[in-house]
């Protein structure tokens, strides 16, 4: 007997209803993907981009980690974000957090963890960076100004990214957002971080043109 086989029967059903309700749904599915969003948001299992937003399947493009990092060497997030921008043109990028995020609250604890603490150490280093460094009480206050001011660095991160600064250079259109979800209410928060151009950017991220190489 197949093991798992509630969740295949569970995606016969949906796959049905959504036929029933929507005939060319999945002809239309599968000919192409135009979304305009990327979503970069934690791996928790109550964080679900398409849920949380009312988006239906093709409608946002989704990347998901521990704590919503976007880390500058981290190939999986930057091929996700090459691919979102150049690709599929997507026109906003929304870097959403959580409050009570389990990674962040991790990140403010001494306690080791394993292999995931060098993961945790991203946002540790957005702790230390931050106004609250060396203030920490222990509390549940602590993580959600943490996971607020992670969402705000994580943002920043994806601007800092060649593939978002080579986008506007070509002029096109695209812009990054923080915001952050509360499980508690299922409401989205706006931080208001949204950047759509490098003069949002401290100097010394904003890159100049590329000359032009040989003579
Ligand atoms: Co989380």
Redo the contacts with the bound molecule.
């Keep these: 007997m197949r093991e798992l086989k509630e969740l295949f029967d569970n995606n016969r059903w949906w796959a049905e209803r959504v036929k029933r309700e929507n005939p060319g749904f999945f002809d239309d599915l599968a000919k192409q993907q135009a979304p305009p969003y990327l979503w970069i948001g934690?791996a928790?299992s109550r964080m679900p981009a398409n849920q949380i937003l009312g988006l239906e399947p093709g409608q946002v493009f989704v990347h998901r980690n521990v704590?919503n990092v976007v880390s500058h060497t981290d190939f999986n997030v930057l091929s996700v974000l090459q691919y979102a921008v150049e690709v599929l043109q997507v026109r906003h990028v929304i870097v959403c957090g959580?409050y009570g995020?389990?990674?962040v609250a991790a990140a403010l604890k001494n306690e080791p963890l394993g292999l995931i603490d060098n993961w945790l150490r991203h946002i540790k280093d957005v702790y230390q960076h931050s106004p609250i460094a060396g203030r920490r009480t222990g509390g549940r206050e602590d993580v959600d100004r943490l996971c607020e001011l992670n969402v705000a660095a994580q943002v920043r991160n994806v601007c800092h990214t060649t593939i978002v600064q080579d986008a506007w250079r070509r002029g096109q259109a695209l812009s990054i957002h923080g915001w952050i979800y509360a499980l508690e209410d299922g409401l989205l928060r706006d931080l208001d971080l949204c950047i759509s151009n490098p003069d949002q950017l401290a100097e010394i991220y904003r890159m100049e043109p590329p000359r032009v190489r040989g003579g």
């Design positions: 934690c928790d704590a959580h995020c389990g990674g």
